[in-house]
């Protein structure tokens, strides 16, 4: 079993629209939880760190956990095509950090 | 302050040739970990060093090492380099334990 898991996608939203995208787990203990943006070519960017159950929010970027049923989300608001990029997500247990194949998203115009 | 820092940006390199790659991390950050990017496998873990200590390591063969300086700059080193060899190499850094982890532009590295 992976340690993390993504819905590798592509997703596609059309601009103004809310994207969803969602990662699994699977150690419990894990205590940390990130979001990344990639784009084509470059190196992952940090977007957002989620530490405690429930939201947190940041722009048009909230991001969700749920410990007890291990689910992380991000929801990015009013899409634009420059959100276009693949999104890994990251859990760190402690000890190391464990990527999730990332989920492709396009956002139309 | 200024970021995950990595050299050379782009290389070029033979079938058994060895390659180093250079990565300095945020100041003040004393966890340096690397990872190795390809189209097919995704983001995989190499290893991840710690005040000049390898603390986890990945499932790489042996031809992939790394080492850590007291100024918490690293190196990775492959070598007999081998066409499946030819990935993105991201260096990534953090203060250490479970917080945020930032990532240098990566290493493009092609063998022929």
């Known amino acids: 079993q992976k340690e993390v898991e993504q819905n590798s996608g592509p997703l596609s939203v059309p601009e103004g629209a809310i994207a969803s995208l969602n990662c699994t787990y699977s150690?419990?203990?894990?205590?940390?939880f990130f979001w990344y943006r990639q784009y084509s070519g470059k190196s992952p960017e940090l977007i957002m760190s989620?530490?405690?159950?429930g939201d947190k929010e940041d722009g048009r970027f909230t991001a969700q956990l749920n410990k007890a049923s291990q689910y992380v989300s991000l929801l990015i608001r009013d899409s634009q095509p420059s959100d276009s990029a693949t999104y890994l997500c990251?859990?760190?247990?402690?000890?190391?950090?464990?990527f999730g194949t990332g989920t492709s998203l396009t956002v139309i115009p | 302050k200024a970021g995950v820092t990595q050299t050379p940006r782009y290389l070029i390199k033979t079938r058994g040739q060895q390659v180093t790659l250079s990565c300095s991390p945020i100041?003040?950050?004393?966890?340096v970990s690397w990872y190795q990017q390809t189209p097919g496998q995704g983001l995989q873990f190499l290893f991840e060093?710690?005040?000049?200590?390898?603390?986890n390591k990945g499932n790489f063969p042996g031809r992939f090492s790394g080492r850590q300086f007291s100024n918490s700059r690293s190196e990775m080193n492959v070598s007999t380099l081998e066409l499946g060899d030819s990935a993105l190499y991201l260096c990534?850094?953090?203060?250490?334990?479970?917080?945020?982890?930032?990532f240098g532009p990566g290493t493009r590295l092609t063998v022929t």
């Open positions: 990534a850094s953090n203060p250490g334990g479970r917080y945020e982890q930032y």
């Open positions: 990251a859990v760190n247990p402690g000890n190391q950090f464990y």
């Open positions: 060093y710690f005040s000049e200590t390898q603390r």
């Open positions: 150690d419990r203990g894990s205590q940390s």
């Open positions: 100041s003040g950050h004393r966890s």
């Open positions: 989620i530490y405690s159950n």
